[in-house]
C-alpha cells in the first residue's frame, strides 16, 4: 500500500512530462500545485489506513471498553476522515494563491486527526490484556508509518507522528514498570526513523516534482515558440507513431495537400509525402533526419517540401513515433534550378555552356561505353569572327553570336546537343557517332549553315566554321581525353584554313607532343642565345644595286638541325613567345644595320600579335636609339592579316609607328586576303608582291592585268614595289616590264649571315643615295 501510494505521488510529475502536446496553450502544473495535488490523491489512502487502524483497535478492545466509548471514537474517526476528504477535494480546487492557506489546514487536519484517533487506545490501554496492549502498540507503530503518506507537509506528518508517538507512550506508562525507559526510547527511535524518513521522502519528491515542473515548462516554452513558428508561416508540425501513422498535422501541411487536418490523421506518412528511399531508411533505423526535400503532389501542381524529423523514445527506450517539422520549398527549390541552368547555360545564347556541355559529354561517354555505341565530339571554332566585334561593335557580335546558336541547333535537330563553350567557340555531342560518314556530313552541313550571310541594318556579316571531331569509345573513354583530341583535330582544322573539318587522327596528338617539345626548346633558345638572323638583300631592278636587308629568323637546333621559320614561327605567334622574339630581332637587326653604310635600311618582319601589344611603339623606339639609327633605315613589314584581326586597333598602331619617320610595308600581296583599298591608305612606303603571285601572272593574262593595276595603284602613292622569291633571269625580266621597282630573291643571293652582309658591301659599294 505504502508503494502504491508513493507511485500516485510520483506519477503526477511524470504524466506532466509526458503528455506534453505538440501544441498548446495550457499552462503547466508548479511544484506547489503538484503538491497539493500529491496530497489529496494520497487523502484515500492515508484515511483507509486510518479506518482500518481505528477497527483494528475496536476489535481488540471490544470486551474491555464500554462499547459507547468505543461506537462513539470510531464515529469520530470515520467522521474526520470524511471530513478531511471532502476538504482536501475542495482545496485540490483552490488557486495557487490559496495553496498557503491549505497546508495550514493540513497541519491542523493531522494534529486533530491523531489527538482524536489516539484517545481511545491511550486512555484504554493500562486495562489491556498484554496480548491485546501488543496489538495497540504495533497498531499505533502502523498508523504512525502513515506519515509517509503525507511526507509532503512535513510538518503535518511531524505532528501526527509526534502525537501518536505520545498517546503510545502515555499509554503504557502505566504499564510498562520498569520496561517504560526501553519503551520510551524505542518509541523516540521509531519516531524519529519515520520523521527522517518523511523529510528525506519530502525533499526527493520536492526536487522530483521540482525537476518536473522546470521541465514542463521548458516544454511549453518550446510549444509555444513551435506554435508561434507554424502561425507565423515559416513551417508546419507534424506526429507519427510508430507505424508512419500520422497523429498530428498542421492545418498548413492539410492545406497544402488539399486534405483537412482530421482526414490526415491514421493515414501513413509517405502515402502524403510521398516515398524517399532516404526517409524511409531514417524512419527504419530510427535515427534523426534533417533538410529532407521530398516532392509532394497537391491540387496545383507537384511541389517541394523540407521535412526534417527526430524519433520520440520513452523513458525506458521505447520507440513512439517521430515528431518534427516542415516547410514548402517550392519556390527555393526553383530558385535553386534556375541558378543550376544559368550555370550551366550561356546566357547570351541560351544553349549549354563549357560547364553543362562537359555534363552532358560525361553522360554520353558513358552510354557510348556501356552500350558499345560510339558517340562523335565536335568543336566549332568561327573563322573571321573578332573582327565582327572590331568593326561592328559588340551588339552585332552578340547578334551574330546567337544566330550562329540558331542555325547550328536547327541543323542539329534531336540529334545531338549544340553548346557554347567560349567566346567564338561552340561544342557538339552527337549522340549517334556510328557512321563516321554521317558525322562528317553533319560537320559539312554546319560550315554551310554558318557561312550564309548575318544581315543587319548597314550590311551583313560573313564569317565561316572550322570542326575538329573526336569518338567515343574509339578515340578515348573519359571527357578529358576526348575533348583534347577534338581540340587537336579543330587545331588542324584551323590550320588548313577556313571552313574546314577533321577528324581526329593519332599523328595529331604526336604532332601536338611535337609542337609542345619545340615551344620548350624555343623558349630555351631564346634564353641560350641559338637564334639567328640572316640578311637576303634588296636590290634595284634596274641597276640591281643594293638598297637595304630583310632580316629573317633562323633557329639551328642542337639536336634537331635547322628549323624552318615555317614550323617554329607559328608556335611563338599561338603561345606568344613571339612577343620576346620580336623585341630582340628588332634589337639586333638595329644594331646590325648601325654598322651599314647609310642609307641602306634594314626590313624587319612584324606580326599582327605584336602589332596589338601597347608596349610595341616603344620597344621600336628603344631599339633605334640604343643602335643610334636613324628612323628611316628602319623599315617594318606588316601581313595582310593585320586588316582581319583587329584592323582597327593595327591602323592605329600603324600611324603613330609612321608619325616616327620609319618605313612601313605591306608583306604578300597577292596571296592572302588584302584588296587594293589596303593599299590606298597612304600608310605604306613599300609594297611586297609574292613570287608565286608573279609567277601566276607571267601565265595568265587576266592576273598580268591585275599587276599592272597594283603596280599602277602604288606608283600613284609614291610606293616603291619589291618582287620577292626570284630564282630567274626570265622572272626578272618580267617583272621590270611589269614595272616592279625592286626585288629580291635567291637569283640576287640567298640569305646570310651578318659578317657575311660586310663582306658584300665591301665588294660592291653602295652609291650614295641609293636607299630610294
Same mark, same amino acid.
Given at each position: ?143 504512525? &508509518? *502513515?506519515?509517509? %503518506?503525507? !511526507? =509532503? ?9 509526534? +502525537? @501518536? /508517538? #505520545?498517546? $503510545? ?6 504499564? &510498562? *514498570?520498569?520496561? %517504560?525507559? !526501553? =519503551? ?9 526513523? +519515520? @520523521? /527522517? #524518513?518523511? $523529510? ?12 518536473? !515542473? ?11 515558440? @513551435? ?546
Amino acid at each position: 500500500m505504502i508503494h502504491a501510494s508513493l507511485q500516485a505521488i510520483v506519477d503526477p510529475a511524470h504524466r506532466a512530462v509526458e503528455r506534453t502536446p505538440l501544441t498548446g496553450e495550457e499552462a503547466g502544473p508548479r511544484p506547489d500545485d503538484l503538491r497539493v495535488e500529491a496530497l489529496w490523491k494520497t487523502a484515500p489512502w492515508f484515511a483507509g489506513l486510518s479506518l482500518i487502524c481505528a477497527v483494528v483497535i475496536a476489535w481488540t478492545i471490544r470486551g474491555t471498553a464500554p462499547p459507547l466509548a468505543i461506537a462513539i471514537w470510531l464515529s469520530a474517526v470515520a467522521g474526520l476522515n470524511w471530513g478531511s476528504l471532502r476538504v482536501r477535494q475542495r482545496v485540490a480546487n483552490y488557486p495557487l494563491e490559496r495553496i498557503g492557506r491549505s497546508s495550514l489546514w493540513s497541519i491542523a487536519d493531522a494534529a486533530v486527526h491523531a489527538a482524536i484517533w489516539a484517545s481511545l487506545p491511550a486512555w484504554t490501554f493500562g486495562t489491556q490484556p498484554v496480548e491485546a496492549q501488543a496489538v495497540i502498540a504495533a497498531t499505533m507503530a502502523t498508523l504512525i &508509518a *502513515g506519515a509517509f %503518506l503525507i !511526507a =509532503l507537509a512535513p510538518v503535518a506528518a511531524s505532528l501526527w507522528s509526534a +502525537v @501518536l /508517538a #505520545g498517546a $503510545l507512550i502515555f499509554g503504557a506508562s502505566s504499564s &510498562a *514498570g520498569g520496561h %517504560l525507559p !526501553a =519503551l520510551i526510547l524505542l518509541t523516540l527511535a521509531y519516531l524519529g526513523v +519515520v @520523521l /527522517a #524518513g518523511c $523529510l528525506t521522502i519530502e525533499r526527493l519528491l520536492w526536487r522530483a516534482m521540482d525537476m518536473a !515542473a522546470r521541465e514542463r515548462a521548458r516544454r511549453e516554452a518550446i510549444t509555444l515558440l @513551435l506554435k508561434e513558428y507554424e502561425d507565423q508561416g515559416a513551417g508546419w508540425l507534424w506526429q507519427i507513431d510508430a507505424f508512419g501513422l500520422f497523429t498530428y498535422v498542421s492545418p498548413r501541411i492539410a492545406g497544402l495537400v488539399g486534405r483537412a487536418p482530421a482526414q490526415m490523421l491514421g493515414l501513413p506518412i509517405g502515402a502524403v509525402l510521398g516515398g524517399n528511399p532516404r526517409l524511409s531508411a531514417a524512419m527504419a533505423a530510427r535515427e534523426s533526419f534533417a533538410n529532407l526535400e521530398l516532392q509532394v503532389s497537391t491540387p496545383g501542381g507537384p511541389r517541394w517540401v523540407s521535412v526534417s524529423g527526430n524519433p520520440i523514445i520513452g523513458p525506458g527506450g521505447s520507440f513512439h513515433g517521430f515528431r518534427g517539422v516542415g516547410a514548402d520549398v517550392t519556390e527555393t527549390h526553383r530558385s535553386q534550378e534556375r541558378l543550376t541552368r544559368m550555370a550551366s547555360n550561356d546566357m547570351l545564347t541560351g544553349l549549354p555552356n563549357r560547364q553543362g556541355m562537359r555534363a552532358i559529354l560525361a553522360d554520353a561517354v558513358d552510354a557510348a561505353v556501356r552500350d558499345e555505341r560510339a558517340t562523335a565530339v565536335m568543336f566549332l571554332d568561327l573563322d573571321g569572327f573578332k573582327p565582327v566585334n572590331d568593326r561592328f561593335g559588340h551588339p552585332i557580335g552578340d547578334a551574330v553570336l546567337r544566330g550562329v546558336a540558331q542555325r547550328l541547333s536547327a541543323a542539329v535537330g534531336d540529334r545531338g546537343v549544340v553548346g557554347r563553350v567560349g567566346g567564338d567557340e561552340f561544342a557538339l555531342v552527337l549522340r549517334d557517332g556510328q557512321s563516321r560518314s554521317e558525322a562528317e556530313v553533319m560537320a559539312q552541313t554546319l560550315i554551310t549553315a554558318v557561312a550564309a550571310p548575318f544581315p543587319f541594318e548597314k550590311g551583313e556579316v560573313r564569317i565561316g566554321l572550322s570542326v575538329g571531331c573526336a569518338y567515343a569509345p574509339d578515340d578515348g573513354n573519359s571527357v578529358e581525353e576526348l575533348l583534347l583530341k577534338a581540340d587537336l583535330a579543330l587545331y588542324e582544322a584551323k590550320s588548313r584554313g577556313r571552313g574546314t573539318f577533321r577528324p581526329f587522327r593519332p599523328e595529331m596528338q604526336q604532332a601536338a607532343e611535337r609542337r609542345a617539345g619545340l615551344e620548350h626548346d624555343l623558349r630555351q633558345a631564346l634564353r641560350l642565345g641559338q637564334l639567328l638572323l640572316h640578311y637576303q638583300p634588296v636590290l634595284s631592278a634596274g641597276s640591281y644595286e643594293i638598297r637595304g636587308f630583310e632580316a629573317l629568323l633562323r633557329w639551328h637546333h642542337p639536336d634537331r638541325g635547322p628549323i624552318a621559320p615555317a614550323v617554329f614561327l607559328p608556335i611563338a605567334e599561338e603561345t606568344g613567345i613571339i612577343d620576346d622574339i620580336g623585341a630582340w630581332v628588332l634589337r639586333t637587326a638595329c644594331r646590325d644595320a648601325a654598322s651599314w653604310p647609310e642609307p641602306l635600311f634594314v626590313s624587319v618582319n612584324v606580326s599582327s600579335r605584336q602589332l596589338i601589344m601597347g608596349a610595341f611603339v616603344g620597344g621600336v623606339g628603344d631599339a633605334l636609339a640604343a643602335a643610334r639609327l636613324a628612323p628611316d633605315r628602319l623599315q617594318l613589314e606588316i601581313p595582310e592579316q593585320v586588316f582581319l584581326d583587329g584592323a582597327d586597333e593595327a591602323l592605329d598602331v600603324l600611324r603613330r609607328l609612321r608619325a616616327t619617320g620609319l618605313r612601313l610595308a605591306l608583306d604578300n600581296f597577292g596571296i592572302g586576303h588584302a584588296a587594293l583599298g589596303h593599299v590606298a591608305t597612304e600608310l605604306f612606303d613599300t609594297l611586297k608582291i609574292d613570287g608565286r603571285f608573279l609567277r601566276d601572272a607571267l601565265s595568265e593574262s587576266g592576273t598580268t592585268a591585275m599587276v599592272h593595276a597594283i603596280v599602277s595603284v602604288a606608283g600613284s602613292f609614291r610606293m616603291s614595289v619589291v618582287a620577292e622569291r626570284i630564282e630567274a633571269e626570265e622572272e626578272l625580266v618580267s617583272i621590270e616590264e611589269l614595272g616592279c621597282s625592286h626585288f629580291q630573291g635567291y637569283l640576287a643571293a640567298p640569305p646570310m649571315s651578318f659578317t657575311d652582309t660586310e663582306a658584300l658591301l665591301r665588294a660592291y659599294p653602295v652609291p650614295v643615295g641609293a636607299a630610294g
